[in-house]
C-alpha cells in the first residue's frame, strides 16, 4: 500500500494517489484496472500525453504511434504515462474552418490537465489549429510542459519536380482557370502531393507553428523539420518522454521558458523562416493566457529588420525536407544568434539555454538556408498596417507580396461575403482590372465566424488569362500559410464588427503603403459617418451552442481573436473531491 511521504506529497498527483483513505482507494483502484502494478504509484511523476491523433485529421493521423515512444521515455525516467485525448483540429477537412474551434479546443486541453491527476504534460501536435489550441490549453494551467511536433510530409513529386501542400494547389488551380494547365494534369498532381504522413512540408503554418515551438524553446532542439517518418521524430519522442519527467522533479513550468524574451525569439524567426501570417493570432493568443505584454506593434517593431534567409515555399522554392537536411532550425537561430537578433540566455524545455542549443549548428546547404548578409529578402518579418481602414491593425507578410505592388493605389471592387466572392468573381461582367483593389468583408472572427483562411481571393479568371498573376486582395480573413501574394489580412476591428471595411463601397479608393506601414481609405469622415448610420450588424450564424458563445465572446485579431473570458492563467489548482 503508497505510504505518505515527503516526495510525493510535492507532486500533485499526490493529492489522487497519496495516502490510505477512502479517496486515494478509489483513485488507485480503478486506475489499477488497465493492470498497472502497485509500485506505479509510489510517488513517481504522472505524465499526461495530449493527443491530437484522429482518423479525421490526416496531419495528425501518425500520433498514436509517436505517442507510444513518448510512454517508453517515461517509463525509462521513473514516470508513469497517461495518455489523453484533445478535439484534433484539421485545417484541411474541418468546416467551416479549424479555426473557429481553436478556443474550444484549449477549453478541453485547460480543464482536462486541472480536473486530472498531472504533474506534467506532453502536448503532441501537428495541423496548423492543434499548436496553439494545445498551447493555449496547458498555458492556463502552468505545469511542466513539453510540445512535441508530428513533422512534416515528405516532399511532394510530380512529373521531377518537387511540388508542395497547399503552395502548388494554388499555382495548379490558377494555371488552369488561365488555360495555362490541362485539368487532367491537375488531378494527376493531387495523387502525388501527399506521399506520406505528416502535415505540410510547405513552410505554412503547421511548420511554421513547429518552427514557433522550437524558437520558444517550449520544444526539443531540432523540433520543426525532421518528416513524420523519420527515424530521428521518433526517437526525439523518447527523449521527450524522458525529459519531461526531469522538468517536474525541477518544477521547470511552462511560464518559466514562455516569457517575453522567448517571444521576441520566435517573433524574429518567424521573419527569418518567411513564417505564416498565422503566427501572429496564435502567438498573441498564447502569450495573453499568461498574462505576457505582447501585442501587434512588437510583431512589426520587432520583426522588421529581419531578413528573410530560408528559401521555402510559399516565398522561396524549397521544401521541409530540404530544411532539415540543411541543417534545420537551429541554423536559423544560431544566425539570428549571431547578428544580435536573438536573446541567447532564455531557458529552454531540454534545462539548457537558447544559445547552448544551437551555437554548434551547421549550415549544409546555403540555397536553402541563405547567409543572413545574402538573404532571400532583405527586410521579412509580418508588417503592421495601420490608417483609417484599420485603425486596430492589418498585417501582410511581404516576403509572399509582390514588391511593384507594396506601395499601390487602386478602385475597389467589394465582395460582401465570401458566397458574394464565388458568385461574381468569374463573371465576365465584373469591372474590375489588374490596377483594381479587392476587398472582401465579414470574414473576420465574428463573420465567418472562425475567420477562415479565404484572404488569398484567386483572382478573376479573365485577369488570370491576361498573364497578371497577383493583385492587391484586402479582408479582415486570415490566409493559408501556404498561400502567396500582396494580401493584407486581418484588418481590424472587423466588417461584422462595425469596423471601417464593413463601409467600403465599390469604385472607392483605397491607398496601400507597404513602407510607410499605412492602410487608407480615401473616403472623407463625414461620408464614412453616413455609411455607418445605414449599417446594421449580422447575426450570428447560429442563435446557440458554441458558435454563439463564441461570436458572443471572442476577441478581434489584433487580441488573438481568444475568447474574452479564457485571457489569463488559472493555474492547476482543483479542490479535492468527495465520493
Not at 545574402?374 to 484599420?390: E, K
Not at 511593384?404 to 465584373?430: C, N, S, T, W
Request: charged content about 25%.
Amino acid at each position: 500500500m503508497p505510504k505518505e511521504d515527503k516526495k510525493r506529497r510535492a507532486l500533485r498527483s499526490t493529492a489522487w494517489y497519496g495516502g490510505t483513505d477512502r479517496d486515494a482507494f478509489i483513485h488507485r483502484s480503478w486506475i489499477k484496472n488497465q493492470g498497472h502494478p502497485d509500485h506505479m504509484f509510489d510517488g513517481r511523476p504522472v505524465i499526461g500525453i495530449c493527443n491530437t491523433w484522429s482518423d479525421l485529421n490526416p496531419c495528425n493521423a501518425h500520433l498514436r504511434d509517436l505517442a507510444e515512444h513518448v510512454k517508453r521515455g517515461v517509463y525509462e525516467a521513473g514516470g508513469f504515462p497517461a495518455e489523453f485525448p484533445a478535439m484534433s483540429l484539421g485545417e484541411t477537412t474541418l468546416r467551416p474552418t479549424a479555426m473557429l474551434f481553436r478556443n474550444l479546443a484549449s477549453m478541453e486541453v485547460e480543464e482536462s490537465i486541472r480536473a486530472n491527476p498531472i504533474d506534467g504534460v506532453v502536448l503532441l501536435v501537428g495541423c496548423d489549429k492543434t499548436t496553439p489550441a494545445l498551447l493555449m490549453g496547458a498555458a492556463s494551467c502552468d505545469l511542466p510542459t513539453i510540445a512535441l511536433s508530428g513533422g512534416p510530409m515528405l516532399n511532394g513529386k510530380f512529373r521531377g519536380k518537387d511540388i508542395g501542400s497547399g503552395t502548388s494547389v494554388w499555382q495548379y488551380s490558377e494555371a488552369v482557370k488561365a488555360g495555362e494547365m490541362t485539368l487532367e494534369d491537375f488531378m494527376g498532381a493531387e495523387a502525388c502531393m501527399s506521399r506520406s504522413p505528416g502535415h505540410c512540408m510547405t513552410m505554412g503554418t503547421a511548420s511554421t507553428m513547429a518552427s514557433m515551438v522550437e524558437a520558444l524553446g517550449i520544444g526539443m532542439p531540432e523540433n520543426a523539420a525532421y518528416p513524420a517518418v523519420d527515424a530521428r521524430r521518433r526517437r526525439m519522442a523518447h527523449m521527450v518522454g524522458m525529459r519531461i519527467v526531469e522538468m517536474v522533479k525541477e518544477d521547470l513550468r511552462i511560464s518559466k521558458i514562455l516569457t517575453r524574451e522567448a517571444f521576441q525569439n520566435a517573433i524574429r524567426t518567424n521573419g527569418a523562416i518567411g513564417g505564416s501570417t498565422n503566427a501572429v493570432v496564435h502567438l498573441l493568443a498564447i502569450a495573453g493566457r499568461l498574462g505576457i505584454d505582447l501585442d501587434l506593434d512588437n510583431w512589426d517593431t520587432w520583426g522588421r529588420d529581419v531578413p528573410t534567409i530560408v528559401d521555402l515555399m510559399p516565398s522561396g522554392r524549397f521544401l521541409m525536407e530540404d530544411f532539415c537536411y540543411a541543417g534545420g532550425l537551429p541554423v536559423v537561430l544560431k544566425s539570428l544568434a549571431e547578428h544580435d537578433l536573438l536573446n541567447r540566455d532564455v531557458i529552454t524545455v531540454n534545462g539548457q539555454t537558447m544559445w547552448d542549443n544551437v551555437k554548434d549548428a551547421e549550415n549544409f546547404n546555403p540555397e536553402v538556408i541563405h547567409a543572413f548578409d545574402d538573404p532571400l529578402v532583405a527586410n521579412g518579418g509580418i508588417a503592421v498596417l495601420r490608417g483609417n481602414l484599420a485603425p486596430g491593425g492589418a498585417i501582410i507578410k511581404p516576403s509572399a507580396a509582390t514588391p511593384e505592388l507594396m506601395q499601390h493605389r487602386g478602385r475597389a471592387v467589394v465582395f460582401e461575403d465570401i458566397d458574394d466572392y464565388k458568385a461574381r468573381i468569374d463573371d465576365p461582367d465584373l469591372d474590375i482590372d489588374e490596377n483594381c483593389i479587392m476587398v472582401l468583408k465579414n470574414c473576420g472572427p465574428r463573420g465567418y465566424p472562425g475567420m477562415a483562411e479565404v484572404g488569398n481571393m484567386s483572382l478573376p479568371s479573365k485577369i488570370l488569362a491576361k498573364g497578371i498573376k497577383d493583385m492587391v486582395r484586402i479582408s479582415d480573413a486570415r490566409m493559408s500559410g501556404t498561400a502567396y501574394g500582396t494580401v493584407v489580412l486581418h484588418a481590424s476591428p472587423e466588417a461584422a464588427a462595425g469596423g471601417t471595411l464593413a463601409l467600403v463601397q465599390a469604385g472607392d479608393m483605397i491607398e496601400l503603403d507597404v513602407e510607410g506601414r499605412r492602410l487608407h481609405l480615401d473616403v472623407d469622415d463625414a461620408e464614412l459617418a453616413r455609411r455607418r448610420e445605414q449599417w446594421s450588424a449580422p447575426e450570428p450564424a447560429m442563435q446557440s451552442g458554441y458558435q454563439k458563445l463564441y461570436f458572443d465572446h471572442v476577441l478581434q485579431a489584433d487580441k488573438g481573436a481568444d475568447l474574452d473570458f479564457l485571457v489569463g492563467c488559472r493555474g492547476a489548482e482543483v479542490p479535492r473531491d468527495s465520493h
